[in-house]
C-alpha cells in the first residue's frame, strides 16, 4: 500500500523558514517523480512545485519561486520554504506522480499545516 | 501560465443524476488533463489522468473526454458519496495548474 505522510507543518512568523518533509513508502520511491500542492483555508488547490525521479526536472509555482526549495533522498521528499508569508499559511500536500517525469498526480498524504504569522 | 476556468463553481444534482463539469484551459494542452475528488477535510483523490484514463479502482461512471483547450468530466450516474469538489489540472506545460473548482451538492 501506497503511504506517504508529511511532517514539519507549524506555526511561524513571516519572514522565517520552515522544512517539509514527505516519508513514502509501498512504492519505488526512485521510479516516480514528486509533487507539493497546498490549499489556503477554505480555498482549491495550488500546485506548488515537483521534481522528477532523478531530480534533474524541477519546476515551482511562480508564487514560491526564489523562496521555496524541493528535494528528495532516500525515500524522503522535502520541501524548505524560506522568507515565508502570510499567503503562504495553507495545508501542504505531498503527491506522487504516475511516472517518472513530472505529470499527473496519483497518490496524495494527508497534508501538515502551515501557519504563518504573527 | 495556463489558466484552467471550470464551469459551472457549483452545482445542485440528486442522486442518480448525470452530472457534467467543465475545463477550458487558456491555451492548446493536447490532453495532459487530470481530474480529482475533495470531500471536506480530506486529502484530494485522483480521478483521471490522460484526460481520459481512470486511476485504478474509480469506478466507471466517472469518465473523462476533450483535448486542446476543452475538457469534461462527466458522472453518469450520481451517487451519494460523490457529492463533493471537483478540480481539473493541467500538466502539459509548467507550472502546473489547477481550475478553480466545482461543488457538487443534493
Known amino acids: 500500500e501506497v503511504q506517504l505522510v508529511e511532517s514539519g507543518g507549524g506555526l511561524v512568523q513571516p519572514g522565517r523558514s520552515l522544512r517539509l518533509s514527505c516519508a513514502v513508502s509501498g512504492f519505488t520511491f526512485d521510479e516516480h517523480a514528486m509533487h507539493w500542492v497546498r490549499q489556503a483555508p477554505g480555498k482549491g488547490l495550488e500546485w506548488v512545485s515537483g521534481?522528477?525521479?532523478?531530480?534533474?526536472t524541477i519546476a515551482y509555482a511562480d508564487s514560491v519561486r526564489g523562496r521555496f526549495t524541493i528535494s528528495r533522498d532516500r525515500n524522503s521528499l522535502h520541501l524548505q520554504m524560506d522568507s515565508l508569508r502570510p499567503e503562504d499559511t495553507a495545508l501542504y500536500f505531498c503527491?506522487?506522480?504516475?511516472?517518472?517525469?513530472?505529470?499527473?498526480?496519483?497518490?496524495w498524504g494527508q497534508g501538515t499545516l502551515v501557519t504563518v504569522s504573527s | 501560465d495556463i489558466q484552467m476556468t471550470q464551469s459551472p463553481s457549483s452545482l445542485s444534482a440528486s442522486v442518480g443524476d448525470r452530472v457534467t463539469i467543465n475545463c477550458r484551459a487558456s491555451?492548446?494542452?493536447?490532453?495532459?488533463v487530470a481530474w480529482f475528488q475533495q470531500k471536506p477535510g480530506k486529502a484530494p483523490k485522483s480521478l483521471i489522468y490522460l484526460t481520459s484514463i481512470l486511476q485504478s479502482g474509480v469506478p466507471s461512471r466517472f469518465s473523462g473526454s476533450g483535448s486542446g483547450t476543452d475538457f469534461t468530466l462527466t458522472i453518469s450516474r450520481l451517487q451519494p458519496e460523490d457529492f463533493a469538489t471537483y478540480y481539473c489540472?493541467?500538466?502539459?506545460?509548467?507550472?502546473?495548474?489547477f481550475g478553480g473548482g466545482t461543488k457538487v451538492e443534493i
Open positions: 503527491g506522487k506522480d504516475i511516472g517518472p517525469g513530472i505529470g499527473a498526480t496519483e497518490d
Open positions: 489540472q493541467q500538466y502539459r506545460y509548467y507550472p502546473l495548474t
Open positions: 491555451q492548446d494542452i493536447n490532453i495532459h
Open positions: 521534481i522528477s525521479r532523478d531530480g534533474d
